[in-house]
């Protein structure tokens, strides 16, 4: 019997509408919750992404405040752009999306978001925060993989749980939200990477597995015991002529016959994808709501 699908879509969804009537409240108290975005360049995935996250933001009532510089701006305008965004008191998440341009230090730009507008979670100080299970802006995908499996109704509450990669923006993040004493975590992780032995023999021992390793097939059927639970991060460009934009996207699981195993799966697009940019949203109206508490 096929996997039950597990649509990122209609979960955003119903994540933005709650968040709609948030919005709402903090309107009626004189309060507009406001995300600045920066661009760098004219990358064609980031500009994309910047377009849908300011489309979201319309949608459900959040200023945006769009800031697209030339690839040639130098390292001290955007620092000066970020310290003005600091301070600017309708601004509530600052995203400078990344990658940035050849030149210029993302470390140094990271650094220098006020922890308490970094609503991608980034900052070493909101890290540290979430390690230690303190109030934290929680990376957007983690939290968007977490809200997936609770809303699907997927114990995580002792469960044992297989990230496959170990990046900063995902897997690292994940396992330890994973493992935190606390009513969405509490599950035993393994993290598995490009240097393990046997990848297979870890994740046909998980109860969940968690694809995160930016390849195409990195899991396959013969990987998943059967009744798992899978979520796929990745995003994969694969060619297809058959396709008008020449190419395809896939994630990181082999679909089609791991969905034959799998008790619940996430497809590529529409499954982790739409949780990012909602769980962005979240972020920016928990913002505004500890911004103007009392």
Same mark, same amino acid.
């Given at each position: 019997m096929a996997a039950s699908i597990i649509d990122g879509k209609t979960i955003a969804q119903q994540i933005r509408g709650e968040l709609t009537g948030?919005?709402? /409240?903090? $309107?009626? &108290? *004189?309060? %507009?919750? *406001?995300?600045?975005?920066v661009l760098v360049g004219d990358d064609p995935a980031s500009r994309s992404y910047v377009t849908a996250k300011e489309k979201a933001c319309h949608e459900i009532g959040i200023y945006s405040a769009d800031h697209r510089l030339p690839a040639a701006t130098s390292q001290?305008? !955007?620092?000066?752009?970020v310290r003005q965004l600091n301070g600017?008191? &309708?601004? #509530? =998440? %600052?995203?400078v999306q990344l990658p940035l341009p050849k =030149?210029?230090?993302e470390s140094a730009v990271l650094l220098a978001i006020d922890p308490d507008k970094d609503i991608d979670g980034f900052h070493p100080i909101n890290v540290g925060r979430m390690v230690i299970g303190e109030k934290a802006f929680l990376p957007c995908?983690? #939290? *968007?993989?977490? /809200?997936? !499996?609770?809303r699907s109704g997927i114990r995580i509450d002792g469960a044992h749980v297989v990230v496959v990669g170990r990046s900063?923006?995902? =897997?690292k993040p994940l396992a330890n939200l994973l493992l935190q004493k606390s009513p969405h975590g509490n599950a035993t992780v393994t993290i598995c990477h490009t240097r393990t032995k046997d990848i297979g023999h870890h994740t046909r021992q998980a109860d969940i597995v968690v694809a995160a390793a930016g390849r195409p097939n990195t899991v396959t059927a013969d990987m998943i015991r059967e009744g798992a639970v899978v979520i796929d991060v990745g995003v994969n460009r694969i060619e297809d002529a058959s396709k $008008? /934009? =020449?190419f395809r996207l896939v994630g990181d699981v082999d679909f089609e016959a791991v969905r034959l195993k799998a008790s619940f799966i996430t497809p590529v697009p529409g499954g982790v994808g739409p949780m990012t940019i909602t769980m962005l949203l979240y972020n920016t109206v928990a913002s505004a709501r500890r911004h103007h508490a009392g």
């Open positions: 948030e919005i709402a /409240q903090l $309107k009626a &108290r *004189g309060v %507009i919750p *406001g995300l600045a975005v001290a305008e !955007l620092m000066a752009l600017d008191p &309708r601004i #509530h =998440g %600052i995203l =030149g210029l230090d995908t983690p #939290h *968007g993989v977490i /809200q997936l !499996l609770v900063n923006i995902v =897997g $008008k /934009q =020449g």
